[in-house]
């Protein structure tokens, strides 16, 4: 356990579905992260929030719609998603913003069918 | 920041040191070099990470060449489980202005 729990773990969707991806982090941090990995590209960032603000938007599609009710608790809501945004999903946290030492959960294997 | 260049991959003995490989020729003076690796299906986990001097963690140890051109991150025992893409990455330390980006890393494979 990294102290970034990612639930579910495996997801699999079709393309009217809505779905949510959560991330929890109780390690005191005040900024959270979404990154989208696909199969074999880097690590794309994909959205930012220090202190419940969105900071960070990398131009993601509207289809993606991030939450962050507080510090601790990061969402990801899914909605007409495509075959190509299977992936998985990372979510991280760190002090804030600005800090360069992130804490990752093990990520949410996305398929789109 | 500054672009790092590593090699897409390596392979290294069991039991033997993996020494892996960065580029930095145009790291600023305030930017540290950090380290993080993905083991398969796992998040990116931190390593290592330095400015000028060397550094030795339970982990790894890094090495920054003195006009920090470039480092190497050192495995000093590699087991099978250091199997993973090894990210190499240059950022101010304490930066407001970008996010942690992650490039294509090195693949090294631990070999019984």
């Known amino acids: 356990e990294t102290g970034v729990t990612q639930t579910p773990r495996h997801l699999v969707m079709g393309m009217t579905n809505k779905k949510s991806l959560k991330c929890e982090q109780h390690?005191?941090?005040?900024?959270m992260y979404w990154y989208k990995q696909s199969a074999k590209k880097p690590l794309e960032l994909m959205f930012v929030y220090n202190f419940k603000e969105q900071t960070e938007n990398n131009s993601v599609p509207s289809r993606f719609s991030p939450e962050c009710p507080n510090s601790s608790h990061l969402f990801l809501h899914l909605h007409t998603l495509q075959p190509e945004d299977s992936a998985l999903y990372l979510c991280a946290s760190s002090q804030d913003s600005r800090d360069s030492l992130l804490i990752f959960g093990n990520g949410t294997r996305l398929t789109v069918t | 920041d500054a672009k790092t260049t590593q090699p897409p991959s390596m392979d290294c003995a069991e039991g033997r040191a993996a020494n892996l490989p960065c580029n930095h020729s145009t790291i600023s003076g305030n930017e540290y070099v950090y380290w993080y690796r993905q083991i398969h299906s796992q998040g990116p986990q931190y390593i290592i990470h330095g400015l000028k001097n060397n550094e030795t963690n339970e982990m790894a140890s890094l090495i920054i060449t003195e006009d920090r051109k470039s480092s190497t991150l050192i495995l000093p025992h590699a087991t099978l489980r250091d199997t993973a893409v090894y990210y190499c990455i240059v950022r101010v330390a304490y930066s407001g202005n970008t996010p942690l980006v992650f490039g294509k890393g090195t693949r090294l494979s631990v070999i019984a």
């Open positions: 390690l005191g941090h005040n900024a």
